[in-house]
């Protein structure tokens, strides 16, 4: 294996994309027959040698790029310099239209979102993040926090119940519920950190934050005072936005183990001890291991692993099942609860057409890589080999072959590869 350099990691990530056979994967919409357009596949990896500077790559793919686009990015890490990102969409009625397998991309007029397509790059559709989004929430939510504006233990009533802001951070991340969402989008509005008139949205604070750390492709628009954020009310697809090189720099930016992030000066906006503690600690006790990991589907038969992820055993019940709030998993998971490799403090998206996952990553002693991932796909559920899943068992395998890869790396040792090349439902 090379040595590790940005060139020699974007080249593996995207040989560990292309062996995963993508364009097989059937599709629930078309009859079961394999997916008619290549799927889009944003990937990036932020690795954090021992020794040496940090290594970056982002990895995109789509059905004008099937064999794969390896972004430019500057050695400061800063914004990717020949993508040109544009909008995810959907119809008047807000349906998803992007994906369909009779879409044609040709006949669609797309909205920019960011970046400029320079020599040996092009333009890519960023797919909606689907509950990825959260991620981005839980950040405004903590700046609000440390503003004065808002408190982690003030109550905040949505639905009918009461709960402090902490409790409805922690299960919009760990089992990504929707109520807490809407309840943390009408906290972000009471403050005043969003506004609209006349329907129309004029102040956005966490747009401000996220240019000021230089991440413009992470938008959070058009939500609404009465805690919408999806398609029906005038959000969702095309209004929320992120990408993988962006995603993985926010989390850099979080992660309170990883060296300074380069691309910010010493007056960039910084979250205070207490706000990325509780971020922190609801992204690591994730319940829903089923994208890049797959602990929590080690019930489903034929179940493929994934990234060699520990699952908190805080949601086992005593015969092994996982319960989360709303989500539960059947089969005897406690091996998953007491193996594992590395920790990986992440959130997770899925919906029919979409799914997502990106973390921060550390092995478990004596094992020592860390590092971060992104990846956002058009992958959602409706490409899933069995009801219990999110994705495509493609999506898990991808995220084995990437950690064995970066064990290799990062710990300089012998490590057994996950298998590359066997196609998966």
């Known amino acids: 294996m090379p040595a590790m350099?940005?060139?020699?990691?974007?080249?593996?990530?995207?040989?560990?994309?292309?062996?995963?056979?993508?364009?097989?994967t059937?599709?629930?919409?078309?009859?079961?027959?394999?997916?008619?357009?290549?799927?889009?596949?944003?990937?990036?990896?932020?690795?954090?040698p021992e020794q040496g500077p940090p290594v970056a790559a982002n990895v995109l793919f789509s059905r004008e790029f099937p064999q794969g686009l390896i972004a430019e990015l500057p050695a400061d890490a800063g914004a990717a310099r020949n993508i040109r990102y544009l909008a995810d969409q959907r119809d008047g009625e807000g349906h998803s239209i992007a994906w369909r397998p009779d879409s044609d991309w040709s006949a669609m007029r797309w909205t920019p979102l960011a970046g400029e397509a320079g020599p040996g790059g092009g333009r890519v559709v960023a797919p909606y993040p689907a509950s990825l989004l959260k991620l981005m929430l839980l950040v405004g939510v903590g700046r609000l926090v440390d503003q004065g504006r808002a408190t982690w233990w003030q109550p905040l009533t949505?639905?009918?119940?009461?709960?402090?802001?902490?409790?409805?951070?922690?299960?919009?991340?760990?089992?990504s519920s929707n109520e807490a969402t809407s309840a943390l989008v009408t906290l972000m509005h009471a403050a005043g950190a969003i506004r609209r008139d006349q329907g129309r949205e004029v102040r956005n604070e966490l747009h401000t934050l996220f240019a000021s750390l230089g991440l413009t492709t992470l938008r959070f628009a058009n939500t609404t005072a009465e805690g919408g954020w999806g398609?029906?009310?005038?959000?969702?697809?095309?209004?929320?936005?992120?990408?993988?090189?962006?995603?993985?720099?926010?989390?850099?930016?979080?992660?309170?183990?990883?060296?300074?992030?380069?691309?910010?000066?010493?007056?960039?906006?910084?979250?205070?001890?207490?706000?990325?503690?509780?971020?922190?600690?609801?992204?690591?006790?994730?319940?829903?291991?089923?994208?890049l990991s797959s602990g929590a589907l080690g019930g489903v038969p034929g179940w493929i692993p994934g990234m060699p992820a520990r699952l908190p055993d805080r949601w086992l019940q005593p015969d092994g099942s996982?319960?989360?709030?709303?989500?539960?998993?059947?089969?005897?998971?406690?091996?998953?609860?007491?193996?594992?490799?590395?920790?990986?403090?992440?959130?997770?998206?899925?919906?029919?057409?979409?799914?997502?996952?990106?973390?921060?990553?550390?092995?478990?002693?004596?094992?020592?890589?860390?590092?971060?991932?992104?990846?956002l796909s058009n992958l959602g559920a409706r490409y899933a080999p069995h009801p219990a899943c999110a994705t495509t068992w493609r999506i898990p395998a991808l995220g084995a072959a990437i950690d064995a890869r970066l064990a290799r790396w990062l710990e300089g040792r012998a490590q057994h590869e996950a298998p590359d090349g066997a196609p998966h439902g």
């Open 322 to 375: 996982l319960h989360a709030g709303e989500v539960s998993k059947s089969g005897d998971l406690r091996r998953f609860a007491s193996g594992g490799e590395v920790w990986f403090a992440h959130k997770t998206g899925n919906t029919e057409n979409y799914t997502a996952d990106a973390g921060i990553v550390h092995g478990i002693a004596p094992r020592r890589r860390h590092y971060l991932i992104a990846l």
């Open 158 to 175: 949505y639905g009918g119940r009461e709960r402090v802001v902490a409790d409805w951070a922690y299960d919009m991340v760990t089992w």
């Open 231 to 291: 398609n029906g009310s005038g959000s969702g697809v095309g209004q929320i936005q992120m990408t993988a090189w962006d995603t993985v720099r926010l989390l850099w930016w979080l992660d309170p183990t990883a060296p300074a992030a380069p691309w910010l000066d010493a007056k960039a906006p910084r979250l205070s001890a207490e706000s990325r503690n509780q971020a922190m600690h609801a992204l690591q006790d994730q319940a829903l291991h089923e994208v």
């Open 26 to 48: 059937p599709d629930s919409q078309d009859e079961g027959r394999p997916i008619r357009h290549f799927p889009s596949i944003d990937l990036a990896v932020v690795a954090f």
């Open 5 to 24: 350099s940005a060139a020699a990691l974007a080249q593996a990530m995207r040989e560990a994309v292309l062996a995963q056979d993508f364009g097989a």
